[in-house]
């Protein structure tokens, strides 16, 4: 495997627009189908499912405290098992492809949820999905999307070295690759912490 240094390695992922268009088209996808999952619901599943995320949002009962600790626990449970599948994934080259599945995952948790909130509270709901899911996801998003970038990067970069006869292992030369992740783990636990401390306090003021 190539070495590369921790900038040259940035830069050429960067440089890669067809990274950069792969990670968009996944997490949209993802985001879309969401979308089309959610206002797919009738009846009784539709109902049960939105019972459960007013649980989970607090809006069944605006007086009940949020247990921050709780929702920080489930929230870098949740993304840091995202994040750590993004990284292995990127140091194989068959399993690389999980890295887009991770984030399509992502994107889909977000359709469905703000599809739901709004089918069913119209403006509230507009307001309820913008206070409970974009905060944090300006800093989630970043850090799975760079995660995504570098492990697609990586994994192809090896298979386009061996294609021409090169044949190493992906964990020889992996240090810039692993560094990456270093930003991208402190932007999802900063997310994290806004999503249980900030959110919360934001969909109080709605409901």
């Known amino acids: 495997m190539k070495r590369f240094k921790a900038k040259q390695f940035i830069a050429a992922m960067f440089g890669s627009s067809a990274g950069i268009i792969a990670v968009l088209f996944f997490l949209m996808l993802g985001i879309s189908a969401g979308t089309f999952s959610a206002l797919q619901l009738a ?50 080259v068959v399993a690389f492809p999980a890295a887009m599945i991770a984030l399509t995952y992502k994107g889909l948790a977000i359709g469905f949820s703000a599809a739901l909130l709004i089918d069913n509270m119209d403006l509230k709901g507009l307001a309820v999905a913008m206070a409970s899911i974009l905060p944090q996801n300006l800093l989630i998003l970043p850090g799975l999307m760079l995660g995504a970038m570098a492990a697609l990067f990586y994994a192809l970069e090896a298979i386009r070295l061996r294609s021409q006869g090169i044949r190493k292992n992906l964990a020889s030369g992996a240090g810039p690759y692993l560094l990456v992740f270093l930003p991208a783990a402190l932007l999802v636990i900063a997310g994290s912490f806004i999503e249980s401390a900030l959110c919360p306090v934001l969909i109080r003021l709605i409901v």
């Open 43 to 92: 009846g009784e599943e539709k109902e049960q499912i939105l019972s459960l995320l007013s649980q989970y949002l607090l809006l069944s009962d605006p007086t009940a405290e949020p247990v921050f600790e709780s929702v920080l626990r489930s929230s870098l449970m949740n993304h840091l098992v995202l994040l750590l599948v993004i990284l292995l994934s990127g140091l194989s």
